[in-house]
């Protein structure tokens, strides 16, 4: 069993940039695969980025490719995803999630946490 708390969230004009954090518990959280997704109003749950356990291997969506940066610290048992030059389309409220394996299906996610929301202004 694995559990996930998002932190960070908030609100910050165009161009500015916010730090999510999420921390897992668990015997073995350090041990899965951690994605970010986001969802916004009237839209479906889409994926954001990815990072395998050993942080080794990284996935991320085309639309935050170079502005988003996806981290973890085992010791800690935290994700981070740094977001940088943000947009009012990234308004969306942001999730972790867990998975023995990478993907960047939200299917594939066994464990969610409850969320945290990025609103962007204009």
């Known amino acids: 069993q694995v559990q996930l708390v998002e932190s960070g969230g908030g609100l910050v004009q165009a161009g500015g940039s916010l730090r999510l954090s999420c921390a897992a518990s668990?015997?073995?959280?350090?041990?899965?695969?951690m994605g970010w997704f986001r969802q916004a109003p009237g839209k479906e749950r889409e994926f954001v980025a990815g990072?395998?356990?050993?942080?080794?291997?990284?996935l991320y969506a085309d639309s935050v490719k170079g502005r988003f940066t996806i981290s973890r610290d085992n010791d800690r048992n935290t994700v981070y995803l740094q977001m940088n030059s943000l947009k009012p389309e990234d308004t969306a409220v942001y999730y972790c999630?867990?998975?023995?394996?990478?993907?960047?299906?939200?299917?594939?996610?066994?464990?969610w946490g409850q969320g945290t929301q990025v609103t962007v202004s204009s």
């Open positions: 999630a867990a998975d023995r394996v990478l993907s960047t299906g939200s299917d594939r996610y066994e464990y």
């Open positions: 668990g015997r073995t959280a350090s041990s899965y695969a």
């Open positions: 990072l395998s356990w050993s942080g080794a291997r990284t």
